[in-house]
Each structure stands twice: as C-alpha cells, then as structure tokens.
C-alpha cells in the first residue's frame, strides 16, 4: 500500500527525496539480453537535468546515474552489457541541495503545494523542498522510460510544449525539428522566440506560467490495451496525472470532441495495406474501446503554474495561524518545460507494460502483432 509503484509486467517503483542524498528506481519485469548502457538512459535524464536555461531551476544537479544492477557481460556477450531479466536498479545522486531555503517555512504551508496534505495524511513531511512531493523524483521516471523505450521495438516517442500560459502554437509552423533548437522543447519556432520574453517577464515579477505538453507514440500496432478494466488510454490518463503539478489529461481531441457533431468526430476507414485499415482522420488519438488502432497515440496534459513564487500568498501555520508564504529558493517560472521528457517517459512506461502484457496474453495469435 506504499503507492510508489506502477506498471504490471513492466514494473518501476521509484524512491528518493528532493533533498534526501540520492533518489533512483528499481524496473522489474524488463526482458533479458537487450543491450543497455548507462550512457543510453543519461541522454534521456540530461534533456530533463535543470540548470540548462535561464528558465528552469538553476539548481545544478548532474543527474549522473548508475546501473546497480539487472545487467551483465563477458567474453560470451562480446563485451556488450546486456539485461538479465533481473531487476534492474538505478541511482541518481542528489548533489546541489539547499535545503536552508526552505528553513523560513518549515512551520507554514505553501499555498498550491502538498504541505497540507502530506502533513494531514502521515503526521508528518519534509519540508525541504516537498520532499517526496517535489518533481525531483521525475528524474527516476525518465531513466524507467529510457529503458522502457529499449522494449518497444519501431516505436517512436516524441513529446512537444504546445502552450505557454494562455499563449498557444501555431499547428501550422508544427515541426519535430524545432523541439530541440530551443529551450522550450516548442515545435513552433515563431513561438518559442515570442515564449522567451513572455516568460523573462513573468519570471521577473516573480511569478510563473502553466503549460500544455503534447506526447505523441508512432509505430504502435494494433492491439494493445484491454477492454473495460486494462484500458490503453485509461493507463496513460493515470500515468500522466502522476506527474507532479499536472491537473488535466486527454486522448486524441479530448475535450474538444464534445464540440463536434458524430459525423465529424468518427475516424473514417477504407481499406489499407496487409489487411489493416486505413484512418482517413485520428480524432481518437489512436485508441478505440482502450486498444490501440495502429494509429499514432496522442496524449495531452495539462501543468498547473508553479506553486513556488516570490509572491506573497496567504496561508497558515501548522497551529493554525494565518501567514503569508513567500518561495525562496531556485524554482522553474514553468514547471512544464521539463515536464516534456518526463511525459515521454510516461508514455514509454506505459506502453512498454502494455506491449507485455498484449504478448503474454495473445502470444502469437493476434491478427497484427507487436512489432
């Protein structure tokens, strides 16, 4: 009943705290003799590292993991290090913790954050930094994802910053590309150059903005997920509202489907090639009845604006007394920036289980198989 794991046949319980000395994960359930390298997860973990612009944290962590264990090679591997089919077990080591900016409210709740309730539900909380309820222990589902990514074979997984506050992308400048030559992980480079003083200026007034991050998975086949109680996009809704700050998720159009009429939102078909289907539109975001339809999976969530600002909120101490709480500290102004690669993660997590699971059930008997 500890909560601190998810997946079922790919299965990653992360542990660790903000400002505890390392925080990691331990992945079970991931198959032997695919090759893994630490040097394979840390390109992953070094997209989410903070410190790489002036609009994220400027806590520099180096993020660098360790592979404690889960692989193995010799002579008989050709000196590849390969999975066991054992669990395999990561470290990150904490080592640009502060936790004296946090000593002015140890005794106070900050407003938007897990104070309250953490406090409520164990009696107890670590006050630096959130501890267990701080984004930090992101990290350990970025370096899960990064071998959940090595089970998924032909799957692509990309995810994009589609909106800052209020201020969207233009989808018709949308190019992959662009993602990664700025540093807002925006598709849209008209955008991204409009993005940089809107969130210095927020930045500035001590403030900060929300996001909407878009993840999107091609090359997945038909046929993952479950009816009913092992739904597809029922797991990536879970999965995506585990992340910390993230208040909102939808599959395909989401919510913007319940402004379209039936015969606008049906994903007409003719026939295709091996058999399967041609999709003449995805207004389902690749997933019908919570199984995959061949179709990329589109997934969309929502973040919040980050919690700690230099704005003074009002709040109340642990006995009660009315407060008003100001942030200190090294704080994203946009927590959703380096949201992206976590949702990537996510979303690699979640169909790597699948992906499993689909094997394990049907084996060799489904009409389009994995892979």
Known sequence: MSHNSFGHLFRVTTFGESHGPALGCVVDGCPPLIPLEAAEIQAELDRRRPGQSRFTTQRQEPDAVRILSGVFSD??????????????????????QRSKDYSEIRDSYRPGHADFTYEAKYGIRDYRGGG?????????RVAAGAIARKVLPGITIRGA????????????????????????????????????????????QGSSL??????????VPAGLGAPIYGKLDADLASAMMSINAVKGVEIGDGFAAAALRGEENADEMRPGNAG????????????????????????????KPTSSILTPRASVTRDNRATDV??????DPCVGIRAVPVGEAMMACVLADHYLRH?????????????
């Open 210 to 219: 929300g996001a909407v991050i878009e993840v999107v998975a091609e090359g």
């Open 359 to 371: 094997r394990a059930q049907v084996g060799s008997n489904a009409a389009f198989q994995p892979g």
């Open 276 to 303: 399967a289907p041609h999709f003449l539109a995805n207004h389902a975001g690749g997933i019908l009845g919570g199984i995959s339809s061949g179709q990329p999976v589109v997934c969309r969530f929502a973040v």
């Open 326 to 331: 100001v942030t200190k500290g090294r704080h």
């Open 161 to 204: 910053l589609v909106q800052l506050g209020p201020h969207r992308i233009d989808r018709a400048r949308f190019d992959w590309d662009e993602v990664g030559r700025n540093p807002f992980f925006c598709p849209d480079p008209v955008a991204a150059a409009e993005w940089a003083g809107i969130l210095d200026a927020v930045r500035k």
């Open 132 to 140: 267990r309820s701080s984004a930090r222990e992101t990290a350990a």
């Open 75 to 96: 002579d008989r591997t050709g000196g590849r290090q390969l999975t066991t089919g054992t669990p395999i077990a990561l470290m990150i080591e904490n080592v640009d």
